[in-house]
């Protein structure tokens, strides 16, 4: 009846990840809550994490494998099947280079997933990889590489924040770093005295978020006028910038948008003087939502650098080209392969391209041209429809490991064999393909960090077992310069949509 505790982390959708210890009752997890240890959580757990533990007693998870027989139909099967059938169909690959082989996996920041790939990748050369998210918007990233000529995620110092400027993005719920950014906000809120001072947030949106409910000041705005606003308020504080903000003050100058009734100069003339007022340059921060285009991110960027705000409330890490990549191009790209037949095989990892893919592209149907091999936890309309179903592991059952958004680096440990097993994780399943000698994910994790941690590789990976965390990580926030002349080529090619009337719509995915 005594509970144990480990310590583990979650990968997030599309990059990032949190830690947490998980409560085990005779080897059954059974709560989860956040590692004090862990950079992100810090003892705090968000409601997905919380939420997580669900997925691993669902009763419709895939139990076993299944194939797809093209005389009797869908036969259950075993994963000895598998990798028996495996062995013959990839041979011609081997010796093809891997051309005709293609992969679509989901998105996630994992140095052992990137490994295998590697590997898998080096022994098919002309095989394709492609990473999909189907909720990506792209904006963001495509805005980084605009500012920094290389793409990178914000990471902010919300602690140190006395302005908060933000343009239609929640911080405080849905990203990589979301726990962090409400705990320094808050933290910036807490006022016990007199003489306590309390940050300012202006916030600029179209939907009611967490963030908004907590705003001191807060718009309501169409989501294709929330570029009018980051043009006028940089244009504002360019004008009281001067000859400081020369290259970015004249792009916005030249910027023509329709002024209609829903923009508030009132309220961005008061922005505009708190950012730059002199108690608080260095201590503000403008960010923009990931619905916004990149020339918005770009513009925001910017103003960050000429307000003293990078290296002090906003630094940047790094995107691997896996994260950087762009979902959209990804999916189109394997359409158009399964339609001309390039694709002979293509195998999917954790993602449901027949249910989420962009509708023109008709993904179900090309499916039916190619081998597909599908790997989930739980069923779903891309394996139910696939040559072959394999049934994958909860993270809470396999070994892996995650890059938070910040670079921090965590193991991934199990807390209980799969429930459904066999069963197996992406990463064993890649090391299968790939015909590797070891294809347990605990040796393949313990490989892949004995190459990173060297000599003193036993007592590094025992600590970061224990801890939850590794000792060191392979990436760090900096501050970057950033490429004004770029910026303000951006901020001209803006395009922003008419105000809006009671007869126009806008759509916006979330």
Request: with cysteine; charged share 20%; proline share 6%.
């Amino acid at each position: 009846g005594k509970p144990l505790y480990y310590a583990t982390s979650m990968p997030l959708p599309g990059g990032g990840a949190e830690g947490l210890v998980v409560e085990t009752h005779e080897g059954r997890p059974t709560k989860i809550e956040g590692n004090p240890l862990h950079s992100i959580n810090r003892g705090k757990a968000s409601v997905w994490a919380l939420a997580s533990i669900l997925g691993l007693y669902d009763p419709d998870r895939l139990k076993q494998p299944a194939y797809q027989n093209p005389a009797r139909g869908r036969l259950a099967a075993s994963w000895d099947d598998f990798a028996t059938w495996s062995k013959d169909h990839f041979a011609p690959y081997v010796a093809s280079g891997g051309e005709g082989l293609a992969f679509l996996a989901d998105k996630k920041s994992s140095p052992t997933r990137d490994a295998v790939r590697d590997r898998l990748l080096k022994k098919f050369p002309k095989a394709v990889w492609s990473a999909y998210d189907a909720g990506e918007a792209g904006g963001a990233t495509r805005g980084s590489t605009l500012a920094f000529g290389k793409p990178g995620r914000e990471i902010f110092s919300l602690s140190k924040a006395h302005v908060i400027v933000s343009l239609d993005r929640d911080f405080v719920e849905q990203e990589p770093a979301a726990l962090v950014n409400a705990r320094e906000f808050a933290s910036t809120r807490a006022v016990t005295t007199a003489a306590d001072s309390m940050s300012r947030l202006y916030m600029v949106e179209s939907g009611f978020s967490h963030a908004g409910s907590s705003a001191d000041h807060r718009l309501r705005v169409s989501p294709a006028r929330i570029g009018a606003y980051a043009i006028a308020i940089a244009r504002a504080v360019c004008e009281r910038l001067g000859r400081d903000a020369s290259a970015l003050g004249a792009a916005v100058a030249m910027a023509t948008f329709e002024a209609g009734p829903d923009i508030d100069q009132k309220f961005i003339d008061a922005v505009a003087d708190d950012l730059v007022d002199s108690h608080n340059r260095s201590h503000s921060v403008i960010m923009a939502g990931a619905s916004q285009p990149a020339e918005v991110h770009a513009i925001v960027h910017g103003l960050n650098a000429l307000l003293g705000n990078v290296g002090s409330t906003v630094s940047y890490c790094e995107m691997s080209a896996e994260d950087a990549s762009s979902s959209t191009a990804s999916i189109v790209a394997i359409a158009d392969m399964l339609a001309s037949g390039r694709a002979t095989t293509l195998v999917m990892l954790n993602v449901n391209p027949a249910y989420d893919a962009p509708a023109d592209l008709d993904f179900a149907a090309r499916m039916a041209k190619a081998t597909t091999i599908t790997l989930s936890v739980d069923a779903n309309e891309t394996e139910s429809i696939s040559t072959w179903s394999l049934n994958g592991t909860h993270y809470l059952e396999a070994w892996g490991d995650t890059l938070a958004a910040d670079g921090t680096l965590a193991p991934i440990q199990p807390m209980i064999a799969p429930l459904y097993a066999p069963a197996h994780s992406d990463i064993e399943l890649l090391a299968m393909i790939a015909g590797e000698p070891d294809t347990e994910g605990y040796e393949i994790v313990r490989g892949v960090w004995k190459a990173a941690f060297g000599s003193d590789f036993e007592k590094s990976w025992r600590r970061s077992l224990h801890d939850g965390v590794a000792p060191k990580s392979p990436k760090s926030p900096g501050a970057w310069p950033a490429d004004m002349g770029a910026i303000a080529e951006a901020a001209k090619g803006l395009a922003i949509g008419p105000a809006p009337t009671r007869d126009s719509l806008d759509l916006a995915f979330t």
